[in-house]
């Protein structure tokens, strides 16, 4: 088994752990305690730049007639047989329930891009699981009740010209797609993408799509299109599992 130490630099009790014997933590249920309705982020996936620290909460539903005395939740990239990475909350400051039998329990992990993610390979599904225990003895484990998407934050850029141009006339609208190499925590482009170019007239609120262009090697994009009226021009680009959707600011060109 392989296991990449991504959490050492974490805040509270996260941290990357070492399974020697990772079959023998599968699903385990001890007693009546329950766990469901895992949810990380808020349903939303993580977007991980080159510097800015990201912090994100996993939440689930516990439940035992004797109360729920602790919780602890994990994210781990692979499988829970052979991981390649492991980040675990635990109830150390990390997670923390409500009082009751039927309580929430919240996990807060935070993630800073130049100490914990150095490899790109990890970027994309991450598992999750979730654990409890009951104040008499009893628990529950779930190990894979769920999945969220860890990814290299995007950016795009835009710039439509010339400006102004004659009704009828060429505009050149180019741009650029990047996003986080966490490798070496600076940005590069992204390749081979589609994007799709919109705009947006004047004096209305809601951009079409007039067509989709691909990046270069370089992650690098140009188009063509007829000028025909004053408006905003932009990128968007959809994502990707390992990439976050990305919209350039509008360029307004004035068409005279």
């Not at 399974?19 to 895992?38: C, E, K, M």
């Not at 067509?211 to 007829?226: I, M, P």
Request: include cysteine; charged fraction near 15%.
């Amino acid at each position: 088994m392989r296991t990449i130490a991504i959490g050492a630099a974490l805040s509270g009790a996260l941290a990357c752990t070492a399974l020697a014997v990772p079959a023998a933590h599968a699903d385990t249920a001890v007693g009546d305690t329950t766990v469901s309705n895992v949810v990380v982020n808020g349903g939303k996936d993580i977007a991980v730049g080159t510097t800015n620290s990201v912090t994100f909460k996993i939440t689930f539903t516990a439940s035992d007639p004797a109360g729920i005395a602790s919780g602890q939740t994990y994210l781990y990239h692979g499988t829970w047989s052979d991981p390649d990475a492991f980040w675990t909350q635990d109830s150390d400051g990390g997670t923390t329930c409500t009082s009751g039998t039927t309580v929430t329990c919240t996990s807060t992990y935070t993630i800073v891009p130049e100490y914990d993610v150095h490899y790109n390979a990890l970027a994309g599904t991450w598992h999750v699981g979730a654990y409890a225990k009951a104040k008499d003895g009893d628990s529950a484990k779930k190990t894979d009740v769920g999945t969220t998407h860890v990814q290299r934050y995007s950016k795009l850029t835009v710039n439509a010209s010339p400006e102004p141009v004659a009704k009828g006339k060429t505009i050149t609208v180019t741009g650029k797609l990047s996003r986080a190499n966490w490798e070496d925590h600076l940005y590069h482009g992204y390749t081979n993408q589609p994007v799709k170019l919109q705009f947006r007239k004047a004096g209305t609120s809601t951009y079409s799509t007039v067509k989709t262009v691909y990046t270069d090697s370089t992650g690098n994009l140009k188009t063509t299109v007829t000028s025909s009226a004053d408006g905003y021009w932009r990128y968007y680009f959809t994502g990707t599992s390992t990439t976050p959707p990305a919209k350039a600011t509008g360029d307004f060109v004035d068409v005279q």
